[in-house]
């Protein structure tokens, strides 16, 4: 095949998936011709395609786009960046942050990874026409999609509770396909406003961390813990938070809680044994600055033996 020496041209052709036919991909520059079998770069396209949307075909690559536009306004009304729409991934962690479900939306932006690497999987294996494991990838992908599912209706309930709205919102999240409508709604209609924002949230959180102080006292146990955290995934996961008070010297005081509730994490906070953002004063004395000091003037109880 021959082209008549015009200047430039570009044909151009995407093979979407389901569709078998032979594509040619022709670039013509000044007098040369270059022909590029499209096999490569077709597949190519498709695998970024995949990760970005999540999808191949046309209708749920359209669904997608009005995810992000939707989210869009979201993310703008809750005080956030909007561009994070635009982010595959840290969309969906920075939307559970506006519905005030971090820990939900890890999960939810983890099974978005899950869905595109094995959709760039699917298309890998069906450019090298390995039909057998392709297969099998089918499986995996429903199985994800119905996590994602029950997590996308974590997080959206607790848009219920930041827009005050009915429950029965949460239909219409069930599907990638209707879960928009919502988003639209809430992020677009005036009438729908948030409760708070997210940086108005970790604003206040701080204001009562600073003001909620516990005096000092030259005698006694003093307590000023700002937070106890540690790193999971990628992300701090918050054990103890703002905890102030003062014990005067000869009271005694007992902790009650339920298992897990952190009495065993604020006593080590407490006596230097973990260490969190905290100012620990005993008789004056800092606890955590003046460790070695101390060693002798507090007494613990272990937990467990230790013998």
């Known amino acids: 095949m021959h082209f008549p020496e015009t200047g430039r041209r570009l044909l151009f052709c995407l093979r979407m998936p389901h569709i078998d036919y032979g594509i040619m991909f022709?670039?013509?520059?000044?007098?040369?011709?270059?022909?590029?079998?499209?096999?490569?770069?077709?597949?190519?396209?498709?695998?970024?395609?995949?990760?970005?949307?999540?999808?191949?075909?046309?209708?749920?690559?359209?669904?997608?786009?009005?995810?992000?536009?939707?989210?869009?306004?979201?993310?703008?009304?809750?005080?956030?960046?909007?561009?994070?729409?635009?982010?595959?991934?840290?969309?969906?962690?920075?939307?559970?942050?506006?519905?005030?479900?971090?820990?939900?939306?890890?999960?939810?932006?983890?099974?978005?990874?899950?869905?595109?690497?094995?959709?760039?999987?699917e298309v890998y294996l069906r450019y090298s026409r390995n039909i057998s494991l392709s297969v099998l990838v089918l499986p995996l992908l429903m199985s994800v999609a119905i996590m994602r599912t029950i997590y996308t209706l974590r997080v959206f309930s607790g848009f219920i509770e930041v827009y005050g709205v009915k429950k029965t919102w949460l239909i219409l999240c069930v599907f990638d396909s209707t879960v928009i409508i919502p988003m639209f709604i809430w992020g677009y209609d005036k009438r729908y406003q948030p409760e708070w924002e997210v940086e108005d949230l970790a604003?206040?959180?701080?204001?009562?961390?600073?003001?909620?102080?516990?005096?000092?006292m030259s005698e006694g146990l003093t307590i000023n813990l700002q937070e106890r955290s540690v790193r999971e995934f990628l992300h701090k996961n918050m054990l103890l938070r703002d905890i102030h008070l003062a014990i005067p010297k000869g009271h005694l005081v007992v902790l009650l809680g339920g298992s897990g509730a952190g009495k065993t994490t604020f006593l080590n906070a407490v006596n230097g044994y973990e260490k969190a953002k905290a100012e620990i004063m005993l008789n004056g004395h800092n606890v955590y600055t003046q460790y070695k000091d101390m060693l002798y003037e507090v007494g613990v109880v272990p937990q467990s033996e230790v013998m």
């Open 203 to 216: 604003a206040e959180m701080k204001r009562l961390a600073t003001e909620g102080s516990a005096d000092v």
């Open 26 to 121: 022709i670039f013509v520059y000044n007098d040369s011709n270059l022909y590029l079998r499209s096999s490569f770069m077709v597949n190519f396209l498709q695998l970024i395609i995949a990760v970005y949307f999540n999808a191949l075909e046309p209708h749920l690559i359209a669904f997608r786009l009005l995810y992000i536009v939707g989210a869009w306004g979201l993310l703008k009304k809750s005080g956030l960046k909007p561009a994070w729409a635009l982010v595959p991934w840290a969309c969906e962690y920075q939307l559970s942050r506006c519905a005030n479900r971090e820990p939900e939306g890890r999960v939810y932006s983890l099974t978005g990874v899950a869905i595109s690497l094995l959709t760039a999987a």
